[in-house]
Protein backbone atom coordinates (compact mmCIF):
# COMPACT_ATOMS: atom_id res chain seq x y z
CA UNK A 1 0.00 0.00 0.00
CA UNK A 2 1.09 3.51 -0.88
CA UNK A 3 2.27 5.04 2.60
CA UNK A 4 2.52 9.24 2.43
CA UNK A 5 3.50 11.51 5.34
CA UNK A 6 1.28 14.57 5.42
CA UNK A 7 3.01 16.78 7.84
CA UNK A 8 2.02 19.93 10.28
CA UNK A 9 5.19 21.53 11.60
CA UNK A 10 4.30 24.22 15.07
CA UNK A 11 5.43 26.09 17.03
CA UNK A 12 2.56 27.97 18.09
CA UNK A 13 -1.19 27.35 19.79
CA UNK A 14 -3.12 25.57 16.70
CA UNK A 15 -5.35 22.75 18.13
CA UNK A 16 -8.26 23.43 15.14
CA UNK A 17 -5.80 23.57 12.54
CA UNK A 18 -4.79 19.95 14.11
CA UNK A 19 -8.50 18.61 13.63
CA UNK A 20 -8.96 20.49 9.98
CA UNK A 21 -5.51 18.63 8.87
CA UNK A 22 -6.72 15.33 10.44
CA UNK A 23 -9.54 15.67 8.52
CA UNK A 24 -7.72 15.69 5.31
CA UNK A 25 -5.40 13.20 6.34
CA UNK A 26 -8.69 11.00 6.44
CA UNK A 27 -9.90 12.64 3.09
CA UNK A 28 -6.86 11.31 1.44
CA UNK A 29 -6.76 8.25 2.94
CA UNK A 30 -10.74 7.33 1.78
CA UNK A 31 -10.38 8.79 -1.61
CA UNK A 32 -7.14 7.65 -2.77
CA UNK A 33 -6.72 4.40 -0.91
CA UNK A 34 -3.11 5.50 0.47
CA UNK A 35 -1.79 5.06 4.40
CA UNK A 36 -1.96 8.55 5.43
CA UNK A 37 0.16 9.21 8.06
CA UNK A 38 -0.64 12.45 10.30
CA UNK A 39 2.90 14.01 11.63
CA UNK A 40 2.58 16.67 13.90
CA UNK A 41 6.12 18.27 14.83
CA UNK A 42 6.08 20.13 17.73
CA UNK A 43 7.85 22.85 18.85
CA UNK A 44 5.57 25.05 21.19
CA UNK A 45 5.50 26.23 24.64
CA UNK A 46 4.14 23.65 27.84
CA UNK A 47 0.94 24.92 27.84
CA UNK A 48 0.57 24.96 24.18
CA UNK A 49 2.12 21.21 23.59
CA UNK A 50 -0.68 19.47 26.28
CA UNK A 51 -3.73 21.32 24.58
CA UNK A 52 -1.85 19.80 21.35
CA UNK A 53 -1.49 16.47 22.99
CA UNK A 54 -4.99 16.93 24.08
CA UNK A 55 -6.60 17.71 20.49
CA UNK A 56 -4.43 14.72 18.91
CA UNK A 57 -6.03 11.99 21.76
CA UNK A 58 -9.57 13.24 20.59
CA UNK A 59 -9.07 12.63 17.28
CA UNK A 60 -11.74 10.09 15.96
CA UNK A 61 -9.73 6.94 14.73
CA UNK A 62 -9.80 7.22 10.82
CA UNK A 63 -9.61 4.24 8.22
CA UNK A 64 -5.84 4.32 6.66
CA UNK A 65 -4.52 7.36 8.42
CA UNK A 66 -1.57 7.29 11.45
CA UNK A 67 -1.52 9.71 13.89
CA UNK A 68 2.04 10.81 15.13
CA UNK A 69 2.62 13.58 18.24
CA UNK A 70 6.39 14.29 18.28
CA UNK A 71 7.47 17.12 20.74
CA UNK A 72 10.94 18.36 20.53
CA UNK A 73 12.76 15.98 23.18
CA UNK A 74 10.83 13.22 20.92
CA UNK A 75 12.40 14.74 17.61
CA UNK A 76 15.96 15.15 18.79
CA UNK A 77 16.04 10.93 19.99
CA UNK A 78 15.22 10.32 16.49
CA UNK A 79 17.46 12.75 14.73
CA UNK A 80 20.03 11.76 16.78
CA UNK A 81 19.92 8.13 16.18
CA UNK A 82 19.45 8.66 12.53
CA UNK A 83 23.18 10.82 12.91
CA UNK A 84 24.91 8.13 14.62
CA UNK A 85 23.75 5.47 12.38
CA UNK A 86 24.87 7.75 9.66
CA UNK A 87 28.50 7.67 10.15
CA UNK A 88 28.46 11.49 9.29
CA UNK A 89 31.08 13.57 10.14
CA UNK A 90 30.31 16.62 12.65
CA UNK A 91 27.42 14.59 14.53
CA UNK A 92 26.60 17.52 16.47
CA UNK A 93 26.81 20.07 14.63
CA UNK A 94 24.13 18.22 11.90
CA UNK A 95 21.96 17.67 15.05
CA UNK A 96 22.25 21.48 15.74
CA UNK A 97 21.47 22.05 12.14
CA UNK A 98 18.47 19.37 12.10
CA UNK A 99 16.82 20.74 15.42
CA UNK A 100 18.01 24.60 16.08
CA UNK A 101 17.33 26.49 19.46
CA UNK A 102 16.09 29.44 16.46
CA UNK A 103 13.25 29.23 14.00
CA UNK A 104 14.15 27.90 10.77
CA UNK A 105 11.79 26.73 8.20
CA UNK A 106 13.82 24.85 6.46
CA UNK A 107 14.94 22.70 9.56
CA UNK A 108 11.41 21.82 10.18
CA UNK A 109 10.77 20.64 7.04
CA UNK A 110 13.56 18.46 6.80
CA UNK A 111 12.62 17.01 10.06
CA UNK A 112 9.44 16.04 8.40
CA UNK A 113 11.39 14.30 5.20
CA UNK A 114 13.99 12.32 7.77
CA UNK A 115 10.92 10.74 9.84
CA UNK A 116 8.99 10.19 6.82
CA UNK A 117 11.74 8.10 5.25
CA UNK A 118 11.53 6.07 8.67
CA UNK A 119 7.81 5.85 8.00
CA UNK A 120 8.64 4.44 4.66
CA UNK A 121 6.56 6.81 3.10
CA UNK A 122 7.02 7.91 -0.33
CA UNK A 123 5.22 11.84 -0.82
CA UNK A 124 5.62 14.32 1.89
CA UNK A 125 2.70 16.80 2.29
CA UNK A 126 3.23 20.09 3.88
CA UNK A 127 0.67 22.24 5.72
CA UNK A 128 1.37 25.33 8.51
CA UNK A 129 0.42 25.99 11.60
CA UNK A 130 -2.39 28.68 10.45
CA UNK A 131 -3.68 26.91 7.53
CA UNK A 132 -7.59 26.86 7.23
CA UNK A 133 -9.12 25.28 4.02
CA UNK A 134 -11.19 26.79 1.59
CA UNK A 135 -14.82 25.84 1.39
CA UNK A 136 -17.25 25.14 -1.42
CA UNK A 137 -20.85 24.23 -0.57
CA UNK A 138 -20.06 23.83 3.24
CA UNK A 139 -17.44 21.60 2.21
CA UNK A 140 -13.45 21.88 2.92
CA UNK A 141 -11.16 21.84 -0.43
CA UNK A 142 -8.18 19.81 0.53
CA UNK A 143 -4.46 20.17 -1.75
CA UNK A 144 -4.39 16.39 -1.13
CA UNK A 145 -6.62 15.99 -3.52
CA UNK A 146 -4.46 16.78 -6.73
CA UNK A 147 -1.12 15.77 -4.58
CA UNK A 148 -2.00 12.39 -3.98
CA UNK A 149 -3.65 12.19 -7.91
CA UNK A 150 -0.51 13.14 -9.85
CA UNK A 151 2.65 12.96 -7.42
CA UNK A 152 4.81 10.01 -8.45
CA UNK A 153 3.27 9.14 -11.33
CA UNK A 154 5.09 9.89 -15.28
CA UNK A 155 3.68 13.22 -16.54
CA UNK A 156 2.44 11.55 -19.51
CA UNK A 157 -0.58 9.32 -17.58
CA UNK A 158 -1.30 13.10 -15.43
CA UNK A 159 -1.33 14.95 -18.83
CA UNK A 160 -5.31 13.81 -19.63
CA UNK A 161 -6.41 14.17 -16.03
CA UNK A 162 -5.23 18.03 -15.77
CA UNK A 163 -6.72 21.23 -17.31
CA UNK A 164 -4.35 22.00 -19.11
CA UNK A 165 -1.11 20.72 -20.38
CA UNK A 166 2.11 22.54 -20.55
CA UNK A 167 5.28 20.40 -20.65
CA UNK A 168 7.76 19.86 -23.25
CA UNK A 169 6.62 16.68 -24.63
CA UNK A 170 10.31 15.30 -24.20
CA UNK A 171 9.42 15.05 -20.27
CA UNK A 172 6.44 13.10 -20.55
CA UNK A 173 8.01 10.23 -19.48
CA UNK A 174 9.79 11.86 -15.68
CA UNK A 175 7.47 11.06 -12.96
CA UNK A 176 5.46 14.39 -11.02
CA UNK A 177 7.85 15.26 -8.49
CA UNK A 178 5.94 18.64 -6.67
CA UNK A 179 2.12 19.77 -6.78
CA UNK A 180 1.50 22.79 -5.02
CA UNK A 181 -0.97 25.69 -4.86
CA UNK A 182 -0.60 29.01 -2.99
CA UNK A 183 -2.69 31.05 -0.41
CA UNK A 184 -5.54 33.02 -0.73
CA UNK A 185 -6.65 36.45 1.20
CA UNK A 186 -4.47 38.59 2.92
CA UNK A 187 -1.25 39.61 1.69
CA UNK A 188 1.59 38.92 4.07
CA UNK A 189 0.71 41.84 6.75
CA UNK A 190 5.00 42.10 7.36
CA UNK A 191 5.44 43.59 3.96
CA UNK A 192 2.52 44.75 2.64
CA UNK A 193 2.93 48.25 5.70
CA UNK A 194 6.03 48.97 3.27
CA UNK A 195 4.03 49.34 -0.02
CA UNK A 196 1.01 51.06 1.88
CA UNK A 197 3.38 53.62 3.25
CA UNK A 198 5.71 54.27 0.22
CA UNK A 199 5.10 52.28 -2.78
CA UNK A 200 8.47 53.33 -4.24
CA UNK A 201 10.03 51.91 -1.55
CA UNK A 202 8.29 48.66 -1.67
CA UNK A 203 9.45 48.49 -5.19
CA UNK A 204 12.95 48.94 -3.91
CA UNK A 205 12.54 46.58 -1.42
CA UNK A 206 10.78 44.06 -2.21
CA UNK A 207 12.87 44.23 -5.39
CA UNK A 208 15.86 42.93 -3.85
CA UNK A 209 14.75 39.39 -3.97
CA UNK A 210 14.92 39.07 -7.39
CA UNK A 211 17.67 38.04 -9.39
CA UNK A 212 20.18 41.45 -10.57
CA UNK A 213 19.72 40.81 -14.15
CA UNK A 214 15.89 41.00 -14.22
CA UNK A 215 15.08 43.25 -17.07
CA UNK A 216 13.44 46.54 -16.07
CA UNK A 217 10.49 45.86 -17.99
CA UNK A 218 9.62 42.66 -15.84
CA UNK A 219 10.50 43.87 -12.68
CA UNK A 220 8.19 45.89 -11.13
CA UNK A 221 5.26 43.13 -12.59
CA UNK A 222 7.53 40.47 -10.12
CA UNK A 223 7.65 42.96 -7.19
CA UNK A 224 4.04 43.54 -7.33
CA UNK A 225 3.29 39.43 -7.55
CA UNK A 226 5.37 39.18 -4.94
CA UNK A 227 3.99 38.45 -1.48
CA UNK A 228 0.88 38.01 -2.86
CA UNK A 229 -0.37 34.92 -3.12
CA UNK A 230 -3.02 33.31 -4.98
CA UNK A 231 -4.83 36.46 -5.01
CA UNK A 232 -8.67 36.81 -3.28
CA UNK A 233 -11.02 35.12 -5.88
CA UNK A 234 -12.45 32.24 -3.78
CA UNK A 235 -12.52 28.52 -5.14
CA UNK A 236 -15.35 27.65 -7.78
CA UNK A 237 -13.99 24.78 -9.20
CA UNK A 238 -10.75 22.78 -10.02
CA UNK A 239 -8.29 24.22 -12.64
CA UNK A 240 -4.70 22.50 -12.81
CA UNK A 241 -1.87 22.34 -14.85
CA UNK A 242 1.01 20.28 -15.77
CA UNK A 243 4.30 22.15 -16.23
CA UNK A 244 7.41 23.01 -14.67
CA UNK A 245 6.18 24.76 -11.90
CA UNK A 246 7.25 28.41 -11.03
CA UNK A 247 8.51 28.79 -7.28
CA UNK A 248 6.18 32.05 -6.60
CA UNK A 249 3.04 30.45 -7.57
CA UNK A 250 3.29 28.18 -5.11
CA UNK A 251 3.22 28.09 -1.05
CA UNK A 252 4.84 26.06 1.23
CA UNK A 253 2.10 25.67 3.42
CA UNK A 254 0.48 24.25 0.61
CA UNK A 255 3.10 21.67 -1.27
CA UNK A 256 3.80 17.99 -1.95
CA UNK A 257 6.90 16.67 -2.83
CA UNK A 258 8.33 12.97 -3.65
CA UNK A 259 10.60 11.94 -2.05
CA UNK A 260 13.22 11.01 -5.09
CA UNK A 261 13.56 15.10 -4.64
CA UNK A 262 13.79 15.43 -0.96
CA UNK A 263 15.67 11.95 -0.41
CA UNK A 264 18.51 13.38 -1.74
CA UNK A 265 18.88 17.15 -1.33
CA UNK A 266 17.51 19.06 1.90
CA UNK A 267 16.27 22.53 2.53
CA UNK A 268 18.64 24.69 4.02
CA UNK A 269 18.43 24.96 7.54
CA UNK A 270 19.24 28.68 8.08
CA UNK A 271 17.40 30.20 11.21
CA UNK A 272 15.41 33.56 11.38
CA UNK A 273 15.30 33.39 7.37
CA UNK A 274 12.01 33.44 5.37
CA UNK A 275 11.91 32.16 1.97
CA UNK A 276 14.90 29.58 2.36
CA UNK A 277 12.69 26.81 2.52
CA UNK A 278 11.38 27.12 -1.22
CA UNK A 279 15.10 25.62 -2.21
CA UNK A 280 13.43 22.54 -3.47
CA UNK A 281 10.93 24.41 -5.47
CA UNK A 282 13.54 25.72 -7.41
CA UNK A 283 15.55 22.77 -7.68
CA UNK A 284 12.35 20.82 -9.20
CA UNK A 285 11.99 23.50 -12.20
CA UNK A 286 15.56 23.62 -12.56
CA UNK A 287 15.90 19.75 -13.22
CA UNK A 288 13.10 19.98 -15.16
CA UNK A 289 10.87 17.73 -12.85
CA UNK A 290 7.22 17.97 -13.62
CA UNK A 291 4.36 19.50 -11.70
CA UNK A 292 1.51 20.44 -11.15
CA UNK A 293 -0.13 23.87 -10.05
CA UNK A 294 -3.78 23.66 -8.88
CA UNK A 295 -5.94 26.38 -7.23
CA UNK A 296 -7.11 25.03 -4.25
CA UNK A 297 -5.46 27.79 -2.31
CA UNK A 298 -4.82 27.49 1.19
CA UNK A 299 -7.44 30.79 3.31
CA UNK A 300 -4.40 32.99 4.91
CA UNK A 301 -4.65 34.24 8.66
CA UNK A 302 -2.13 36.09 10.71
CA UNK A 303 -2.01 35.48 14.44
CA UNK A 304 -2.21 38.73 16.69
CA UNK A 305 1.45 38.09 17.28
CA UNK A 306 2.37 38.66 13.85
CA UNK A 307 0.92 42.58 13.97
CA UNK A 308 2.35 43.19 17.31
CA UNK A 309 5.26 45.06 17.93
CA UNK A 310 7.61 42.07 19.13
CA UNK A 311 6.08 39.88 16.36
CA UNK A 312 6.86 42.62 13.84
CA UNK A 313 11.00 43.03 14.88
CA UNK A 314 10.99 39.56 14.76
CA UNK A 315 9.57 39.35 11.06
CA UNK A 316 11.42 41.96 9.83
CA UNK A 317 14.78 40.36 11.11
CA UNK A 318 13.46 36.94 9.34
CA UNK A 319 12.71 39.35 6.31
CA UNK A 320 16.48 40.95 6.22
CA UNK A 321 18.11 37.87 6.26
CA UNK A 322 16.18 36.61 3.66
CA UNK A 323 17.01 39.56 1.49
CA UNK A 324 20.42 38.84 2.21
CA UNK A 325 20.46 35.08 1.41
CA UNK A 326 18.54 35.91 -1.69
CA UNK A 327 21.77 37.31 -3.30
CA UNK A 328 23.58 33.88 -2.53
CA UNK A 329 20.68 32.06 -3.40
CA UNK A 330 20.49 33.40 -6.58
CA UNK A 331 24.19 32.14 -7.69
CA UNK A 332 23.12 28.92 -6.35
CA UNK A 333 20.00 28.82 -8.76
CA UNK A 334 21.71 30.49 -12.10
CA UNK A 335 24.38 27.13 -11.59
CA UNK A 336 21.28 24.97 -11.29
CA UNK A 337 19.70 26.72 -14.22
CA UNK A 338 23.25 26.42 -16.15
CA UNK A 339 23.84 22.81 -15.29
CA UNK A 340 20.05 21.61 -16.90
CA UNK A 341 19.56 18.54 -16.74
CA UNK A 342 22.84 17.44 -15.80
CA UNK A 343 21.16 17.46 -12.41
CA UNK A 344 19.82 14.52 -12.91
CA UNK A 345 21.86 11.18 -12.85
CA UNK A 346 21.55 8.41 -15.25
CA UNK A 347 18.15 7.15 -13.45
CA UNK A 348 16.88 10.24 -13.56
CA UNK A 349 17.68 11.59 -9.98
CA UNK A 350 19.47 14.70 -8.74
CA UNK A 351 22.50 15.06 -8.18
CA UNK A 352 23.20 16.31 -4.58
CA UNK A 353 27.42 17.12 -5.30
CA UNK A 354 26.20 19.59 -7.69
CA UNK A 355 24.30 21.26 -5.47
CA UNK A 356 26.22 21.34 -2.54
CA UNK A 357 29.49 22.49 -4.40
CA UNK A 358 26.56 25.47 -5.43
CA UNK A 359 26.04 26.43 -2.05
CA UNK A 360 30.03 25.84 -0.75
CA UNK A 361 31.32 28.57 -4.07
CA UNK A 362 28.37 30.46 -2.61
CA UNK A 363 29.13 30.92 0.99
CA UNK A 364 32.52 31.75 -0.03
CA UNK A 365 31.20 34.87 -2.38
CA UNK A 366 32.03 38.38 -1.70
CA UNK A 367 29.77 40.17 1.10
CA UNK A 368 29.73 43.42 -1.01
CA UNK A 369 26.67 42.44 -2.36
CA UNK A 370 25.34 41.59 1.07
CA UNK A 371 26.62 45.20 2.45
CA UNK A 372 24.69 46.70 -0.33
CA UNK A 373 21.55 45.14 0.44
CA UNK A 374 21.82 46.57 4.03
CA UNK A 375 23.01 49.93 2.91
CA UNK A 376 19.45 50.31 0.94
CA UNK A 377 17.18 48.63 3.93
CA UNK A 378 18.59 50.69 6.02
CA UNK A 379 17.93 54.40 3.87
CA UNK A 380 14.51 52.78 2.83
CA UNK A 381 13.22 51.69 6.32
CA UNK A 382 14.84 54.73 8.14
CA UNK A 383 12.60 57.23 5.13
CA UNK A 384 9.54 54.99 6.53
CA UNK A 385 10.01 56.03 10.18
CA UNK A 386 8.19 54.56 13.38
CA UNK A 387 8.68 51.07 13.91
CA UNK A 388 10.75 50.59 10.18
CA UNK A 389 13.11 53.04 11.70
CA UNK A 390 13.57 51.18 14.80
CA UNK A 391 14.35 47.72 12.53
CA UNK A 392 16.78 49.73 10.39
CA UNK A 393 18.69 50.41 14.06
CA UNK A 394 18.63 47.04 14.73
CA UNK A 395 19.97 45.63 11.42
CA UNK A 396 22.98 48.49 11.83
CA UNK A 397 23.56 46.94 15.09
CA UNK A 398 23.94 43.73 14.20
CA UNK A 399 25.18 44.43 10.47
CA UNK A 400 28.50 42.22 10.69
CA UNK A 401 27.08 39.55 12.39
CA UNK A 402 24.01 39.76 9.75
CA UNK A 403 26.60 39.42 6.93
CA UNK A 404 28.71 36.87 8.36
CA UNK A 405 25.52 34.58 9.05
CA UNK A 406 24.70 34.75 5.58
CA UNK A 407 27.65 32.96 4.23
CA UNK A 408 27.82 30.70 7.40
CA UNK A 409 23.88 29.76 6.69
CA UNK A 410 25.52 28.33 2.79
CA UNK A 411 28.54 26.91 4.23
CA UNK A 412 25.76 24.76 6.47
CA UNK A 413 23.50 24.40 3.54
CA UNK A 414 26.36 22.64 1.63
CA UNK A 415 27.70 20.32 5.23
CA UNK A 416 23.89 19.28 5.15
CA UNK A 417 23.63 18.47 1.64
CA UNK A 418 26.93 16.64 1.81
CA UNK A 419 25.52 14.41 4.87
CA UNK A 420 22.21 14.44 3.71
CA UNK A 421 22.06 11.12 1.63
CA UNK A 422 23.70 8.60 4.37
CA UNK A 423 21.06 10.76 6.93
CA UNK A 424 18.10 9.46 5.04
CA UNK A 425 19.41 5.77 4.34
CA UNK A 426 19.86 5.75 8.02
CA UNK A 427 16.58 7.16 8.64
CA UNK A 428 15.05 4.13 6.90
CA UNK A 429 16.34 2.28 9.14
CA UNK A 430 16.14 3.92 12.83
CA UNK A 431 14.25 2.77 15.19
CA UNK A 432 11.09 4.18 15.93
CA UNK A 433 9.71 2.38 18.83
CA UNK A 434 10.50 5.44 20.94
CA UNK A 435 8.14 7.18 19.28
CA UNK A 436 4.40 7.52 20.40
CA UNK A 437 2.23 4.63 19.56
CA UNK A 438 0.51 5.24 16.03
CA UNK A 439 -3.12 5.67 16.60
CA UNK A 440 -4.89 4.48 13.42
CA UNK A 441 -7.85 2.70 12.05
CA UNK A 442 -8.02 -0.55 9.93
CA UNK A 443 -6.55 0.43 6.43
CA UNK A 444 -8.77 1.69 3.28
CA UNK A 445 -8.84 -1.15 1.08
CA UNK A 446 -8.01 0.27 -2.60
Same mark, same amino acid.
Given at each position: ?????????? !????????????? +???? @??? +????????????????????????????????????????????????????????????? /?????????? @???? $???? !???????????????????????????????????????????????????????????????????????????????????????????????????????????????????????????????? /?????????????????????? +???????????? /??????????????????? $???? !????? !??????????????????????????????? +??????????????????????????????????????? @?????????????????????????????????????????????????????????????????????????????
Amino acid at each position: MRRVCLTLPT !NRACTPTIAAVAE +EAAH @GAR +ESGAEVHLLVLDSSAPADLAAHRAAVAALPPAPGVVVHHLDEAEQRAFLRAAVTASGAGEP /DRLLELLLPD @GVSY $GACT !NRAFLVAEALGCSSVHRRDSDSRYQLLDGTPVFPIHHELAALGRPASEVAGAVTRARLDPSLADRPVALVGASFIGEPSVDVDGIRALDPEAYQEIVGLSLPAGTPEIWRRHLVDEAFRGGGTEPFTA /DRTTLSLVAPNRVDMCNVALGR +EVYARVPLPPAT /DTIGTDYFLLHLVRHARLP $GVLH !NRHIV !NYYTRERRSDEGFLAYQIRFAKYLLAAGRLD +EVYAGLAAAGDDLLDPAGLVRPGTVAGLARASAAADPAD @GAARLDVLDRRYRSLGGRYAAAADVFAGRRDRLLAEAGADMADFALLTDAWGSLTAHAKGTAVNHLPRPRTAPAVTP
